[in-house]
């Protein structure tokens, strides 16, 4: 589904480029789940930015390929960039209280799912409020555990091939995220669909078969059974 060869991804000064990251090469097949882990500050949120073509091209300059099912994003115009991000991808960011637009009620986002037996188990499954009171509500009016679930939840209602989420256990407590990992190795489990996740939650991580850890700006594969505090240092 998604071939990322990656030569370098730089961040750009008045006469230089900082390297960020380089040599990222890593596939995402149907039916999988690939964590990413690094400390925080190691590029993982630059890295997924990347896929997407989030970064601002007058900042960053990302050099190699990204292809989703053969289509090259790095050199898609807006026009195919935005068919792309539509059709195939869904992003749940770690900043959630950026997510939803403070002045409009989360009515807003879920309207289109109201009449939808879906969303109503959805709000069950991740403990919370009947969704009738939550849709009433401004996003500020919510803590960020809820807002994090909120935004998977839309996501998950968008039903796209590839789920992206960053630092998903960060707002929530441990029966909360353990609810997430069960929710999205089932959508991996679906025809077309995977899951990229990153983070720096150690615990989290170890319950994934397949993980890359970025360490002094590149990444490779871990054997998820080994990973331990040492991994992340830089010693």
């Known amino acids: 589904m998604l071939q990322v060869e990656i030569n370098r991804i730089s961040l750009k000064k ?3 480029e900082e390297v960020l990251l380089k040599d990222v090469d890593f596939s995402l097949n149907e039916n999988e789940v690939l964590c990413i882990l690094g400390e925080n500050g190691s590029g993982k949120s630059t890295l997924i930015k ?6 601002d091209d007058n900042d960053y300059k990302v050099e190699g390929s990204i292809k989703i099912n053969g289509k090259e994003i790095l050199t898609a115009n807006e026009d195919e960039l935005l068919e792309i991000r539509k059709k195939y991808f869904g992003y ?3 900043d959630v209280q950026n997510t939803f637009d403070p002045l409009k009620k ?9 009449n939808s037996k879906e969303i109503k188990e959805l709000f069950n499954y991740f403990l919370l409020d009947d969704v009738n009171v939550i849709i009433k509500k401004h996003p500020y009016e919510l803590s960020g555990g809820m807002l994090q679930r909120l935004s998977l939840i839309f996501t998950l209602l968008r039903n ?6 960053d630092e998903p256990t960060s707002n929530v407590d441990y029966p909360i995220s353990n609810l997430i990992l069960l929710k999205i190795k089932e ?3 679906q ?5 990229l996740i990153v983070t720096q939650d150690l615990e989290f991580a170890k319950k994934f078969e397949r993980v890359l ?5 590149t990444i490779n594969w871990i054997n998820s059974q080994l990973i331990n505090e040492k991994i992340l240092s830089n010693g």
């Open 14 to 16: 008045d006469n230089s």
């Open 92 to 94: 749940v960011f770690q």
């Open 213 to 217: 850890l970025i360490k002094n700006k």
């Open 160 to 165: 796209p091939d590839i789920i992206i989420l």
């Open 191 to 195: 025809k077309n669909k995977s899951v």
């Open 50 to 55: 990347s896929l997407v073509r989030l970064l």
């Open 106 to 114: 989360l009515e807003y986002y879920f309207k289109k799912y109201l």
């Open 187 to 189: 959508f991996a489990e």
